[in-house]
């Protein structure tokens, strides 16, 4: 699911952006919050450590990401950084000189720094800034092994702070998770953490301060990031995912109690269904079988409106990418996994006397689902007309 990359096969199924930059403005809701950070950075408040706290799938990490952007940047205005000047070009890439990023990983012989992590680490953020311990663990292919921090990572945060700044400005730390720093590593940065260096900044970003040392605690200006919005949760959704309803996405987000993970995940399964069906359904159609056509159509009745509403802009989004396949233009083609395949292999059925009135015949019978045809019928029909459709080759 979005993970695609984090997350192996069936991830990425949505239409979200493979990569995501890290900017205030893309940050999902947290206005408030926003105003604040960039506030206290336009008057020069800029405290020496600072917790971002906040639960999973919340905004800690994205907003302590664009906080060390903003900081940064060359040419920022009142609400955001340019997003063009040389500080910016690497920060999209999360490969700034002065920003340096510890998070945990697991220990072998050899290796118990980050250094050797970081490439995987910068990927996986921004294929999901919103990333949790599983997923990283998922994108190290570590299965069951602990991720920690160790008083390696304490020796390299501190040569680190040694280097002086590239830019000739602030340089930041972000360390993601510090809980996870064994007691010998925590007290090692607590050090660091007394004797503040001029122009260093740290961005903790935590989920779980329980855990933390209350003396780094203590050290830290606290950053309380709190559970997403239900409507800010529903809104992010929908530029996810362009099948969902604003019901439906509505209803995943107060399921999902604030945590974008979660929801992503529900709406992943939800569009796996959806996918599911849809091919199942046309591959019916194509082989004209009609008593399956026939299933599928009771099956759809009994969808409930919303879903029906759903799987016909799923399709509609499915067909376009087949489109886009046959036109010879897959690298708009945004899909991965199964639907990949799907794409691959439906795409061929495609001609140019078939391909427009496919997409004209899912189109209406959207229109007539909003509109409260009987879903039977409708259906019915739109298979009889996809049975045709399907077999008409381009010289028809
Ligand atoms: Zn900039």
């Not at 400005?169 to 720093?181: C, N, Q, S």
Request: proline residues 4%.
């Amino acid at each position: 699911m979005v993970r695609g990359i984090v997350r192996g096969s069936h991830a990425h199924m949505s239409t979200w952006p493979f990569f995501a930059l890290v900017l205030f403005s893309k940050v999902i809701g947290h206005a408030a919050l926003k105003a604040k950070l960039i506030g206290n950075i336009r008057e020069g408040r800029v405290a020496h450590a600072q917790l971002f706290m906040g639960p999973r799938g919340g905004g800690n990490l994205p907003l302590a990401l664009a906080y060390a952007r903003y900081l940064l940047c060359q040419d920022r205005d009142e609400a955001e950084a340019c997003g063009k000047c040389s500080s910016c070009l690497q920060m999209n890439k999360l490969e700034h000189p002065d920003v340096h990023l510890e998070f945990p990983i697991f220990f072998t012989d050899k290796v118990k720094v980050c250094e050797p992590f970081t490439v995987q680490w910068r990927k996986a953020v921004l294929a999901e800034p919103y990333i949790d311990i599983e997923q990283w663990r998922d994108q190290l292919e570590s299965e069951n092994k602990q991720l920690r921090m160790g008083v390696d990572i304490a020796q390299e945060i501190q040569r680190k702070l040694s280097l002086r700044s590239f830019m000739g400005g602030y340089k930041v730390m972000l360390i993601w998770l510090p809980e996870l720093m064994d007691p010998p590593a925590a007290n090692k940065l607590l050090k660091v953490l007394e004797e503040p260096e001029p122009n260093t900044v740290f961005l903790l970003v935590s989920t779980d301060a329980e855990q933390l040392l209350a003396t780094i605690l203590s050290r830290a200006q606290l950053v309380k990031v709190p559970a997403l919005r239900p409507t800010e949760l529903a809104e992010a959704l929908r530029d996810r995912f362009a099948e969902l309803t604003n019901d439906e996405s509505m209803a995943i987000a107060l399921r999902s109690e604030g945590d974008l993970l979660e929801a992503v995940d529900m709406a992943n399964k939800n569009e796996e269904e959806l996918f599911v069906f849809f091919r199942d359904w046309l591959r019916a159609c194509y082989r004209r079988e009609v008593s399956v056509a026939v299933e599928f159509g009771e099956a759809f009745q009994k969808l409930g409106r919303e879903r029906q509403k759903s799987l016909m802009r799923y399709g509609l989004y499915l067909i376009r990418q087949c489109a886009l396949q046959w036109q010879n233009v897959p690298e708009l083609v945004r899909v991965l996994g199964q639907e990949q395949e799907f794409v691959q292999n439906f795409s061929k059925l495609l001609n140019h006397a078939n391909a427009d009135g496919i997409r004209r015949e899912l189109e209406t019978a959207h229109y007539h689902v909003e509109r409260n045809a009987n879903p039977k019928i409708l259906f019915s029909d739109l298979s009889y007309k996809m049975m045709g459709l399907l077999r008409m080759t381009a010289t028809a």
